[in-house]
């Protein structure tokens, strides 16, 4: 869904909501938020949750919550949520149901999240981009909480395409690649690139014995290789991105 239908569901639903989540990812905190929602639901009470934490650097996560605006939550998706979340929530709770619209980029964990936070696994989840089809609500309880499809930002960068939040074919995989290779000396680790070897897709190929037709180094493989291994949670802490400065 692109940013402009969002804004159009954003602006419908935001008079029959108490709380909003903003989901986003603890590895790239910054280029897998969506800044324009806080804007949009301004007057509705809302909170950052950043999943993926059991894949983010211990330091950086101490150095982001520093900086991100509270209310802010880390947290593994995968696992029950943190009470500390739950309770933010349920302080909330009036006359039920609660009602609560969930809202990120795509694949940053939004479904599972709305799962651990039901109980119940409610909402379809899926390792790729574009899972939730269109906005549905899921009602567990007290809760009614809305899952609503990615949201695609005007202009996405290239470290939240890494982190397979942006759909394919939306991005160019190698670029994608060189950023995971720039930014995360485990990965220049994990493909064997010597300290006194040039950090490459090339070098990544020539280690992992990636040659195309004719012996020529398939930098399309070794790109491939680097997002599925991040991906996967092969190559950890997967920290893309730290506050400034850091
Ligand atoms: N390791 C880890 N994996 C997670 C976490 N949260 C979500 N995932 C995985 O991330 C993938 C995407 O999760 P979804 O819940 O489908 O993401 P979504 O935001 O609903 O995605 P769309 O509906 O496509 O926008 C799944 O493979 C989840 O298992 C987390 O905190 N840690
Ligand atoms: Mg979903």
């Given at each position: 869904?692109?940013?402009?239908?969002?804004?159009?569901?954003?602006?419908?639903?935001?008079?029959?909501?108490?709380?909003?989540?903003?989901?986003?990812?603890?590895r790239?905190?910054?280029?897998?938020?969506?800044?324009?929602?806080?804007?949009?639901l301004?007057?509705?009470?809302?909170?950052?949750?950043?999943?993926?934490?059991d894949?983010?650097?211990?330091?950086?996560?101490?150095?982001?919550?520093?900086?991100?605006?509270?209310?802010?939550?880390?947290v593994?998706?995968r696992?029950?949520?943190?009470?500390?979340?739950?309770?933010?929530i349920?302080?909330?709770?009036?006359?039920?149901?609660?009602?609560?619209?969930?809202?990120?980029l795509?694949?940053?964990?939004?479904?599972?999240?709305?799962?651990?936070?039901?109980?119940?696994?409610?909402?379809?989840?899926?390792?790729?981009?574009?899972?939730?089809?269109?906005?549905?609500?899921?009602?567990?309880?007290?809760?009614?909480?809305?899952?609503?499809?990615?949201?695609?930002?005007?202009?996405?960068?290239?470290?939240?395409?890494?982190l397979?939040?942006?759909?394919?074919?939306?991005?160019?995989?190698?670029?994608?690649?060189?950023?995971?290779?720039?930014?995360?000396?485990?990965a220049?680790?994990?493909?064997?690139?010597?300290?006194?070897?040039?950090?490459?897709?090339?070098?990544?190929?020539?280690?992992?014995?990636l040659?195309?037709?004719?012996?020529?180094?398939?930098?399309?493989?070794?790109?491939?290789?680097?997002?599925?291994?991040?991906?996967?949670?092969?190559?950890?802490?997967?920290?893309?991105?730290?506050?400034?400065?850091?």
């Amino acid at each position: 869904m692109h940013m402009q239908r969002a804004e159009m569901v954003l602006r419908d639903a935001r008079h029959h909501l108490d709380l909003w989540l903003e989901v986003a990812d603890a590895r790239a905190p910054q280029s897998s938020r969506l800044p324009r929602l806080r804007h949009l639901l301004a007057e509705v009470e809302g909170a950052l949750v950043l999943t993926h934490v059991d894949q983010a650097d211990r330091e950086a996560v101490l150095a982001w919550q520093e900086v991100l605006p509270e209310p802010c939550f880390f947290v593994n998706a995968r696992q029950t949520a943190p009470n500390a979340l739950r309770r933010w929530i349920m302080n909330h709770m009036g006359r039920p149901p609660l009602r609560i619209f969930v809202a990120g980029l795509p694949n940053v964990g939004k479904s599972t999240l709305i799962n651990r936070l039901a109980g119940a696994r409610v909402a379809p989840v899926g390792a790729r981009a574009g899972v939730t089809r269109a906005e549905t609500w899921v009602r567990r309880g007290d809760l009614a909480i809305l899952d609503l499809p990615g949201i695609m930002p005007r202009q996405p960068g290239i470290v939240a395409a890494a982190l397979g939040l942006v759909p394919e074919g939306q991005y160019d995989p190698m670029e994608a690649a060189m950023a995971v290779l720039d930014r995360l000396p485990g990965a220049a680790d994990r493909f064997g690139i010597d300290v006194d070897q040039e950090v490459s897709l090339a070098s990544v190929a020539a280690n992992q014995h990636l040659v195309g037709k004719g012996g020529s180094l398939n930098l399309e493989r070794a790109a491939a290789k680097v997002l599925q291994d991040l991906r996967s949670g092969r190559i950890v802490p997967a920290q893309l991105e730290w506050p400034d400065g850091q």
